[in-house]
């Protein structure tokens, strides 16, 4: 089955930095990644997605990346802010069914101002 | 508002005795499914359904029970707890694969059994 692989397990950065956080995925079949957002004692929203056929999508401060070739996919965060605070969840999921919704294990990013 | 909604937020038991945690969405999503969330695992799932009377085991099923007798609920069933269950769990839903991907969670429920 499929396995997620997440890193770094926390992060801090300076409020208007930059924050990168990677995934790695064993499934080469998997077709589509989602990140998702979970601020304290909140559940999990999702703040991004990208599927297999596209290399890299954008929404205003976020990014992601996908390299299908290595089996990564990376969330890329710029100009941070203090309510970017949370763990962030990157998820792999392969098939037409999409409902083997594979979690990694959380990253806890801090952003001081 | 859509919404998945669980119930209870917070449950203290004690050791075998039954429990159900219910779910229900307003959605009419087809797929469900309920994950359970420890410190340092990440979020686990437990069992999802692709519709009415169709589920299926996730990556940890054991001790937990589902059913799926109406589309808007889901209701997870632990029939003799035990503390290993003591855990944040989730519920979520979302369209099937002609439409968005994406799950909704649920507020989650925060179990502790002793």
């Known amino acids: 089955g499929e396995n997620v692989e997440q890193h770094p397990s926390t992060l801090s950065v300076q409020e208007g930095d930059s924050a990168v956080i990677k995934c790695t995925y064993s499934d080469s079949a998997s077709n589509y990644f989602p990140w998702y957002k979970q601020e304290l004692g909140k559940r999990p929203q999702l703040i991004i997605d990208?599927?297999?056929?596209?290399g890299e999508k954008k929404d205003q401060r976020i990014a992601v990346t996908l390299n299908k070739t290595a089996k990564h996919f990376s969330l890329h965060i710029t100009e941070t802010q203090p309510e970017d605070s949370a763990v962030y969840f990157c998820?792999?999921?392969?098939?037409?069914?999409?409902?083997?919704?594979?979690f990694g294990t959380g990253t806890r990013l801090l952003v001081s101002p | 508002e859509a919404q998945v909604t669980q119930n209870p937020r917070y449950l203290i038991t004690v050791t075998g005795k039954k429990l159900t945690v219910t779910c229900s969405q307003n959605m009419n999503h087809e797929y469900m499914s309920w994950y359970r969330q420890d410190p340092g695992l990440g979020l686990r799932q437990i069992y999802y359904?692709?519709?009415?009377?169709?589920?299926d085991k996730g990556d940890v099923p054991e001790g937990y029970k589902v059913s799926r007798k109406e589309k808007r609920n889901f209701p997870l069933i632990l029939e003799s707890p035990s503390p290993n269950q003591t855990s944040l769990y989730f519920c979520?839903?979302?369209?099937?694969?002609?439409?968005?991907?994406?799950?909704?969670f649920g507020s989650g429920t925060r179990l502790t059994v002793v």
């Open positions: 979520a839903s979302r369209n099937g694969p002609e439409g968005a991907y994406g799950y909704t």
């Open positions: 998820a792999a999921v392969r098939g037409t069914g999409f409902q083997k919704l594979v």
């Open positions: 359904s692709m519709n009415v009377e169709v589920t």
């Open positions: 990208i599927r297999s056929n596209v």
